[in-house]
């Protein structure tokens, strides 16, 4: 079954340190995943997706089909980036796409 | 930049009655969605509409749920007799087209509907 893990609710961390937010998958199909962001009472947004290896805010994320994984990292943590954030599979079905959501991690960047 | 909306922000409603959540995708989008989050678990899919039908639903969109695209702009979710699990905020979502699999879809702000 098609499954999105994130272990951690809740991530906290200094300003300036570094973050990794953690995000495990399962799929049996080629996998593409992407990392949203929720910042205090806004949309979901798009964070980056894994196919274009960009660089946004300072976050990258590499997917590891070895370990399943795609976490989310950025080596300088700051204050703004305090939000949600929701790694996503895309999954194709019956040739239409779906995602499937992990349960969220929350990033709490302190002064 | 154009934005997914949906309305309205808020819905309060008494169980059985019937509600709908409004949504205007993108306007150049040929692919949408509709989320829902229950509070404190995971955004969970509901139902793609692609071409004016159901390309895919999940098993929580059962007979009471229905959507509909009634002028070319507004995507719409009915609940035909909301119960107190349907308590949730509920997204939708567009993406441009077909066949590219990593297209983006792009989130509205979400409707949070309350049963009482």
């Known amino acids: 079954a098609q499954r999105v893990t994130q272990p951690e609710k809740l991530l906290s961390v200094f300003k300036g340190a570094p973050v990794e937010l953690k995000c495990n998958y399962s799929y049996s199909g080629s996998p593409e995943l992407f990392w949203y962001v929720q910042y205090s009472r806004q949309r979901l947004q798009l964070l980056l997706r894994?196919?274009s290896r960009e660089s946004i805010k300072g976050f990258t994320a590499d997917l590891n089909k070895g370990e399943t994984s795609f976490h989310l990292k950025k080596p300088f943590a700051q204050e703004e980036d305090s939000a949600m954030y929701y790694c996503?599979?895309?999954?194709?079905?019956?040739?239409?796409?779906?995602?499937?959501f992990g349960a969220g991690t929350r990033l709490a960047v302190h002064p | 930049e154009p934005e997914v909306t949906q309305t309205p922000s808020h819905q309060v409603t008494q169980m059985g009655q019937e509600v709908i959540l409004r949504c205007v995708p993108i306007?150049?989008?040929?692919?949408f969605y509709w989320y829902r989050q229950i509070l404190g678990q995971k955004v969970e899919f509901l139902v793609s509409f692609y071409n004016n039908e159901i390309s895919e639903k999940s098993e929580i969109f059962d007979d009471q749920f229905s959507v509909e695209r009634p002028d070319g702009s507004n995507f719409t979710l009915k609940i035909r007799s909301t119960k107190l699990e349907d308590s949730a905020m509920y997204f939708c979502?567009?993406?441009?087209?077909?066949?590219?699999?990593?297209?983006?879809?792009?989130f509205g702000p979400g409707t949070r509907l309350t049963v009482l």
């Open positions: 306007s150049n989008h040929l692919y």
């Open positions: 979502a567009s993406r441009i087209g077909k066949g590219v699999s990593t297209d983006t879809q792009y």
């Open positions: 996503a599979l895309s999954i194709l079905s019956g040739g239409y796409n779906k995602l499937i």
């Open positions: 894994h196919i």
